[in-house]
């Protein structure tokens, strides 16, 4: 089963224009190709089938490397070299030419299409993920604030542009009001190290850090678990 997300389709002027974008389940390594081959009762064992893929792919890259094109039943490979030419004198220059490799389904990959199952399943939306918030003048960990102190978010998807006024590290109360952390020493996708509002009143709040992720247009918002509390 293939399932897929539809997605706004920026290189088409109609904004109500989408494009597919299969989501995958997950990645395979080739040791676990061979756990699954040997889960079907192969009689090979799993360090022989490691032993003769190893081999088969050296062999591939040698045959590549000496020129040869390559069939088999899964993919087609051959090499191409891209770059402009001056004229029919000019050759091949490192610094203005590439070789690559170009790869294509093969017969029994071409096979297969014809029978996958397509399901369509809700996008995805990518947001700043924060994990954890210690406050470094308590010495707590997503539970107190204090104001004018240093706080240190953990997470993924963090950075943000810091020139821009609605991204970055926010406190919102339980009133609806936000306080932004104008001061940032340091900013990474893993973690943000900055200074706590000093102006927070006592209460409870919501910490959150606002961005424009990679691809997107739009803010994205990600909230901290747990609310914070300021003495």
Same mark, same amino acid.
């Given at each position: ?19 597919a ?22 009689t ?68 297969i @299409? ?5 399901? +369509?399943?809700?996008? *995805? #939306? /990518?947001?700043? %993920? ?5 406050? &470094? ?34 406190f ?11 001061? @940032? ?5 893993? +973690?943000?190290?900055? *200074? #706590? /509002?000093?102006? %927070? ?5 919501? &910490?959150s ?15 901290l ?7």
């Amino acid at each position: 089963m293939i399932k897929y997300s539809l997605f706004e389709n920026r290189l088409t002027p109609d904004p109500d224009d989408q494009m597919a974008v299969v989501q995958p389940i997950s990645t395979k390594s080739m040791e676990e190709v061979v756990d699954l081959m040997i889960s079907r009762g192969s009689t090979v064992t799993k360090a022989e089938a490691l032993s003769v893929m190893e081999e088969l792919a050296l062999a591939m890259a040698q045959l590549l490397k000496d020129g040869h094109n390559i069939v088999t039943p899964l993919f087609n490979i051959s090499m191409s070299i891209m770059g402009k030419f001056n004229n029919a004198g000019d050759s091949y220059d490192a610094s203005r030419h590439e070789v690559r490799v170009r790869m294509k389904a093969g017969k029994r990959l071409k096979q297969i @299409v014809g029978q996958v199952k397509v399901e +369509k399943v809700q996008a *995805i #939306i /990518p947001l700043p %993920l924060l994990q954890s918030f210690k406050d &470094l003048t308590s010495k707590t960990e997503s539970d107190i604030a204090t104001p004018g102190g240093i706080g240190h978010i953990v997470g993924s998807a963090l950075k943000f542009d810091a020139g821009d006024a609605a991204q970055g590290v926010f406190f919102t109360s339980l009133n609806g009001t936000v306080t932004k952390a104008e001061t @940032v020493a340091d900013a990474t996708p893993s +973690k943000i190290i900055f *200074i #706590i /509002p000093a102006t %927070l009143v006592a209460g409870e709040y919501s &910490l959150s850090l606002r961005t424009i992720m990679l691809g997107n247009k739009e803010i994205r918002e990600g909230f901290l678990l747990d609310d914070l509390t300021v003495k």
